[in-house]
């Protein structure tokens, strides 16, 4: 069975701007206790060893909060650490394959950047659970993202797509209330928590946030 998830405020933990191992699992500690409702390890710059040590150790931090954990793009850290899914983008293992080796109690996502992305993933059935659509800003934190959306083309995507959709992008405190005018099912930052001085005030500030735009 697949576990439940809510997307309104989806964490993307990236261990390097969050200042290594031990401060990832505080700054986790932290975003679940201000209102993180789904967290996905994304590690980039790191080599699978530390991925996979990270992850299992996020583990019983999410579980606690009865959240979601899952991995951008490795399956196989996804698999050795028993995570509760993965987050797949365009270039990476398709989703169809990444389900097939994952089983049908994984939770997949998937990123898309235009209208053609979705309408290919919305031919993919239950092979997926949500979407990510963005970038809706330009941001730093992913130099091979498509050019941004903006807020218009975000709306014109969620409206499009079959699945919950996350946006993801840029997103901070302060365009938080725009970027829910688009109707995602949530939001996804990474530096506005992994940066943050406080990342449970920051959390709970976003979450508060998300809370008043939704219908």
Not at 51 to 77: C, E, F, Q, S, Y
Not at 101 to 106: E, F, N, Q, V, W
Request: proline share 7%; net charge neutral.
């Amino acid at each position: 069975m697949r576990p439940a998830f809510d997307l309104s405020l989806y964490l993307v933990l990236d261990p390097v701007q969050c200042g290594g191992h031990e401060a990832s699992l505080d700054v986790a500690r932290a975003a679940l206790a201000g209102g993180a409702s789904i967290v996905q390890l994304r590690a980039p710059e790191w080599h699978k060893r530390a991925w996979l040590a990270l992850a299992r150790d996020l583990l019983p931090i999410t579980r606690a909060h009865g959240v979601p954990l899952v991995i951008n793009d490795h399956l196989d850290i996804a698999l050795a650490a028993g995570a509760d899914g993965v987050h797949v983008g365009q270039r990476d293992l398709p989703a169809d394959v990444a389900r097939r080796l994952l089983g049908p109690d994984a939770l997949i996502g998937l990123s898309v950047s235009d209208a053609r992305e979705v309408a290919v993933a919305n031919a993919l059935g239950d092979t997926i659970d949500y979407l990510g659509a963005g970038p809706v800003f330009a941001t730093p934190t992913k130099t091979d993202a498509s050019a941004p959306c903006g807020i218009d083309g975000l709306a014109a995507l969620c409206s499009q797509a079959r699945y919950p959709t996350v946006a993801i992008g840029g997103i901070q405190l302060h365009n938080a209330p725009d970027v829910m005018r688009a109707r995602p099912a949530g939001l996804a930052v990474v530096s506005a928590i992994c940066k943050a001085a406080n990342p449970r005030d920051a959390a709970a500030h976003l979450r508060a946030a998300i809370t008043r735009a939704q219908p």
